[in-house]
């Protein structure tokens, strides 16, 4: 039985060990196919390269001008916080910058803004 086993494990390598008809044809067609590719993956990358080396010269002009808009936009209305140099002792009018609120806003809407903002900035939020 042992025979019988090792000859039928022989005869499996054996197909894959053996060489096809026109063999060397084949490698050579391989060879070429694979050449192409590499030429054509070559090309594709020194394609790239070019195209963002003009790119990136395109943009140093466009970059200058971004940089400039953005100056001229002024970061305070952007945001609805205030940003301001905090006196000594916090004054009503600053409290209600701060919050948003006016300075004459009653009891309600301040603790009401006031909440809102802890609730925002609280370390456990998310």
């Excluded at 916090?90 to 948003?100: D, P, V």
Aim: glycine content about 12%.
């Amino acid at each position: 039985m042992e025979g019988a086993g090792a000859s039928s494990e022989g005869l499996r390598y054996a197909e894959y060990a053996r060489a096809p008809t026109g063999a060397g044809r084949g490698q050579a067609e391989l060879d070429r196919g694979l050449a192409r590719t590499m030429i054509a993956v070559g090309l594709g990358v020194a394609t790239v390269a070019f195209a963002g080396r003009y790119a990136f010269h395109l943009w140093k002009p466009l970059e200058q001008t971004i940089t400039e808009t953005a100056k001229r936009i002024s970061t305070s209305s952007l945001s609805s916080y205030y940003k301001g140099g905090f006196e000594q002792k916090m004054s009503r009018r600053e409290a209600g910058l701060i919050l948003g609120v006016s300075p004459s806003a009653g009891k309600a809407k301040i603790r009401t803004a006031h909440r809102k903002i802890m609730i925002l900035n609280h370390p456990d939020k998310g």
